[in-house]
């Protein structure tokens, strides 16, 4: 199936919850934040898979959930959300394994973690997914036993 684009008062709606959540952000609203980009989320029309504009609008909120642990109970949610929009195209999937690793990490579960990250490495031909991103994921992913001795 071809990829739908979102009509243009949708995409105007989630244009203007966005740049909320961004103002909301920047005054240290957090929830108010998060809260906005869920609802841009929830205006892609159902089923979500069929739009383009899925897969980023699902990884804004993620990304959101791993950067300010806020609703990190919902992390594992909004891995098979993001995964489901993926499979459907087919596409993604050294993505997808790289969030599955960071919320396995922030979860504390380090075995999932680090197999997430050995498949993403393997799929993405070593360590570009890692850039720009904090450095302890790339420390955990060189030294996993440091941080499973930690918490143990």
Same mark, same amino acid.
């Given at each position: ?6 009509? *243009? ?5 989630? *244009? ?14 957090v ?13 892609? #029309?159902? #089923? ?66 680090k ?23 790339? %420390?955990?992913?060189r %030294? #996993? *036993? ?7």
């Open positions: 199936m071809a990829v739908q684009q979102l009509p *243009e008062s949708i995409a105007a709606a989630i *244009e203007k919850l966005m740049e909320e959540s961004e103002i909301a952000y920047d005054q240290g609203n929830r108010r934040s998060f809260d906005r980009l869920v609802d841009a989320f929830n205006l892609i #029309p159902d #089923p979500k898979c069929d739009y383009g504009e899925s897969f980023k609008h699902c990884s804004y909120v993620l990304d959101f959930i791993l950067d300010e642990p806020y609703h990190l109970d919902q992390t594992t949610i909004w891995v098979e959300r993001l995964r489901e929009i993926a499979d459907h195209h087919g596409t993604w999937k050294g993505q997808i394994d790289f969030f599955e690793g960071k919320a396995s990490f922030r979860l504390g579960r380090f075995a999932e973690a197999a997430a990250f050995d498949r993403c490495v393997d799929f993405g031909k070593g360590m570009r997914y890692f850039e720009d991103e904090p450095p302890e994921y790339a %420390n955990f992913f %030294n #996993p *036993e440091w941080y499973e001795a930690e918490n143990q």
